[in-house]
């Protein structure tokens, strides 16, 4: 008789079901995660009735341990279930195993701690769901169903059983790798038009998470040296959805536009409804001001609440827009204030009730500045004739100028910028009620004039809303597959001012692959009409250019000389008379051009491209994978919706972000 062995506790580890397809999908936690719920779990106990919160997934997901549901806590998602695990279950059909229930892992794990303590398998344990699990030993348990309660499995029943499994060991899963409690910088990734996007239909959420995922893999590959020393952490980045409200209810726009519409070829009006009618909406004034104004406010909303939840956060602020979100956001970013106060931490909306009121309330601007205990400073602002509507026009240094001192200033332009958000519908209470969404009553009657920007040498016919202010001056603005450069052509702006630059963001990247339809460059908008720079070739996250690109340059480098060396020859023999050869050689007479200057040689010759990235290049294209070089016009579509999957792309985003830190990509 062979002995016991002595029992050991199952180690228990945490998952959350996702829906796949209709069909549960029970997704793993990091092993982090994991034993922070475990944690909690054996403070408040098995039947504590005190509700525990614990923050997931880099605290963007928290979950409520005696309720066990994991809820979204940056945007709308239906909760998940949460299992406390330790026995598993696969069928012969299925690919994964799946967790038992706490109730029935507890009854089998009672049962494996019995026959492992006395020694004793090959026995049956009938389940409250009527189906027979069969212990043979510590390495095989099956599970049978029973036709009948009362009879044990017929032959059939056990020809298929399924596998038992106990503790995640002894199951091939994939646990994520935890994330790093430091976040070192924020970015906000505004989508494009419609409610999907990418090539699968995915929402901005599921692809922003995907983008997420590639940048930590980056990091853990070309930023190792800093996250092994613990001098980087990570980059959040949080989706910023629009399309959601646009279409929702409370606008109301799409059972108009359902009104209207043809019943024939209904999927393709229904497509078109719920995409292209997006670019219309934003060129409406109506419209217009609720899309910026509901990007804006969701963006402040989004980035007050990162910062409760990340108390002791640092870093710096970076936007990121797909297709229409990019213009939305370039619209937003040439019509913040340059004399705004607002930092990485700085909200623009307080909760000052002084100045709540004197924004719904004066009259004129005597009453304005009585409600900000500023009337001593009425005289000043007289004697420069400025009214209540010509102070909303000051910038701080007007104030400067005309000798009201630093205190009161400030004062003066914090007040004004409340009454532009009080106007704009973007405020503080504008948060209160949701995502700060006017009604249709309180839009601007529609209407188009040019807007005339600083530094750009002609306006760009636009339509005229009031735009709302970031709670933050962005480190740089990335735009993806962007139509910016089109838009500016088709308002009327034909030529950017190279000492043009965003009054609150200093970097810009317009990254776009070179197959997308709905790209457009920025750069030779600045640049001189003769100057043809090509865009910037991105490197590849491997550290070299692709195999076919490298061989296509070199098939294209080896003809140019072959057919360069054969013209030379002909010139030489049919151009150049015999005598003349005598008197003044081949190189006085010879009709050949020089060659003109390369890609390389024009880029050493610019060293500014504007000051829209500080300088620098602007346009960055993507290299084309090997199967999209085949037919560029077959792989169109999917290019303009590459980039959230595009690990080239995030590299160069965390190139920007962390170029200031005191460490460098281990990889170029």
């Known amino acids: 008789m062979t002995t016991a062995e002595p029992y050991e506790p199952v180690q ?110 090959k026995t049956n344990l009938e389940l409250p769901t009527g189906e027979t699990v069969i212990l043979h030993n510590p390495k095989l348990m099956t599970q049978h169903q029973n036709s009948c309660k009362d009879f044990p499995p017929s032959p059939t029943d056990r020809a298929q059983p399924r596998t038992l499994k106990r503790g995640i060991e002894n199951i091939s899963i994939e646990i994520p790798e935890g994330e790093p409690e430091i976040v070192d910088h924020l970015v906000f990734m505004v989508h494009g038009i419609g409610p999907a996007c990418d090539i699968r239909l995915r929402s901005i959420v599921h692809c922003v998470n995907e983008f997420r995922n590639a940048s930590n ?38 059972k108009d536009i359902e009104r209207i519409t043809l019943p024939s070829i209904s999927r393709l009006r229904q497509f078109s409804n719920d995409t292209v009618l997006d670019l219309f909406f934003y060129n409406s004034a109506t419209y217009c001001q609720t899309i910026v104004d509901t990007v804006a406010s969701e963006i402040n909303s989004l980035h007050s609440l990162f910062l409760q939840r990340h108390p002791s956060f640092k870093g710096n602020v970076s936007l990121a827009g797909h297709s229409l979100g990019s213009l939305i956001l370039f619209d937003l970013l040439t019509n913040q204030e340059i004399d705004s106060e607002a930092t990485g931490h700085d909200e623009l909306h307080d909760d000052d009730p002084k100045i709540a009121t004197a924004c719904c309330s004066f009259n004129n601007l005597e009453d304005a500045l009585r409600g900000q205990g500023l009337e001593e400073h009425l005289k000043i602002l007289q004697r420069e004739h400025v009214d209540i509507d010509s102070l909303m026009l000051c910038s701080e240094r007007d104030l400067k100028d005309i000798g009201i001192p ?136 491997k550290g070299r250019k692709r195999m076919h690109l490298e061989l296509k340059e070199g098939l294209t480098r080896v003809s140019s000389d072959f057919l360069g060396s054969l013209r030379m020859v002909w010139q030489s023999i049919s151009q150049v008379p015999t005598p003349a050869l005598a008197e003044g050689g081949v190189n006085s007479v010879s009709t050949i051009e020089e060659p003109e200057d390369s890609p390389m040689e024009q880029e050493e010759k610019i060293m500014k491209v504007g000051m829209l990235n500080r300088g620098r290049r602007i346009d960055y294209v993507l290299q084309e994978t090997p199967i999209e070089s085949f037919n560029e016009y077959l792989f169109a579509i999917q290019s303009h919706l590459c980039y959230w999957e595009s690990e080239d792309t995030a590299l160069l985003v965390l190139k920007e972000i962390y170029e200031h830190f005191p460490v460098a990509s281990s990889q170029s």
Not at 90 to 103: A, I, L, R, V
Not at 225 to 248: A, D, K, M
Not at 476 to 497: E, Y
Request: proline share 6%.
């Open 12 to 121: 228990y580890h945490w998952f959350y079901n996702q829906q796949v397809d209709s069909r549960d999908s029970w997704q793993s936690f990091s092993r982090e995660d994991s034993q922070r719920l475990e944690d909690a779990y054996s403070r408040v106990g098995k039947n504590g009735m005190e509700e525990v919160v614990v923050a997931t997934e880099g605290r963007r997901y928290d979950v409520r341990l005696r309720e066990r549901r994991r809820y979204a806590v940056y945007w709308e998602q239906t909760p998940t279930e949460v299992r406390r695990c330790s026995w598993f279950h696969k069928g012969s059909k299925d690919m994964n195993f799946s967790p038992y229930t706490e109730e029935l892992s507890e009854i089998l794990e009672d049962a494996y701690m019995i026959a492992v303590t006395l020694n004793e398998w």
């Open 406 to 541: 630093l205190g009161p200033r400030k004062k003066i332009m914090n007040f004004v910028k409340k009454w532009k958000h009080s106007r704009a519908g973007s405020g503080h209470a504008a948060h209160s009620s949701g995502l700060g969404v006017r009604s249709a009553n309180e839009h601007q009657t529609p209407t188009t004039s040019a807007v005339d920007y600083q530094h750009f040498d002609v306006g760009i016919g636009q339509v005229s809303i009031d735009y709302p202010q970031f709670a933050f001056h962005p480190q740089a603005f990335f735009a993806l597959g962007s139509p910016i450069g089109m838009f500016l052509i088709v308002r009327g702006l034909k030529r950017i001012d190279p000492n043009y630059s965003f009054p609150t963001c200093k970097s810009f990247y317009n990254i776009f692959h070179p197959f997308d339809p709905v790209a457009y460059r920025i750069e030779p908008m600045i640049l001189p009409s003769d100057v043809n720079l090509p865009a910037m070739l991105m490197p590849h996250h």
């Open 217 to 254: 893999g980056l990091i853990n590959t070309h930023f190792s040296q800093g996250e092994s020393t613990s001098t980087i952490g990570r980059v959040e980045y949080l989706p910023v959805n629009w399309h959601r409200v646009l279409h929702g209810e409370t606008i109301g726009v799409d």
